[in-house]
């Protein structure tokens, strides 16, 4: 199985900046987008951020120029820095990964989903 663990949200004042992470772990061949959505009651799950092993990141336009994806292939490893943030970035952020397994083939994980709420 494979599992992803998220870190790092909490309550921050507008303007305030979090640090999300996200370690995959388990049994795996290979990773190729990691990335981040955030889900808003009432609303469909939506991509924040992602990157490729090796690529370039990809950011909704909403959060251009404040958010930056990051990520440690030796590690397994994604991150989300949260900078000037606004009230409506408020939501669960999910960590997502394209895993490989040699039994499953490429298969979509989600992590468990961490709260990040934003004051004004």
């Known amino acids: 199985q494979v599992q992803l663990v998220e870190s790092g949200g909490g309550l921050v004042q507008a303007g305030g900046s979090l640090r999300l992470s996200c370690a995959a772990s388990?049994?795996?061949?290979?990773?190729?987008?990691m990335g981040w959505y955030r889900q808003v009651p009432g609303k469909q799950r939506e991509l924040v951020a992602r990157?490729?092993?090796?690529?370039?990141?990809t950011y909704a336009d909403s959060v251009k120029g404040r958010f930056t994806i990051s990520r440690d292939n030796a590690k397994n490893t994604v991150f989300l820095q949260m900078n000037s943030l606004k009230p409506e970035d408020t939501g669960v952020y999910y960590c997502?990964?394209?895993?490989?397994?040699?039994?499953?083939?490429?298969?979509?994980?989600w992590g468990q989903g961490t709260q990040v709420t934003v004051s004004s």
């Open positions: 388990g049994s795996f061949f290979s990773i190729s987008y």
């Open positions: 990157v490729a092993s090796g690529g370039s990141p």
């Open positions: 997502y990964a394209d895993v490989y397994r040699t039994v499953t083939g490429w298969q979509a994980r």
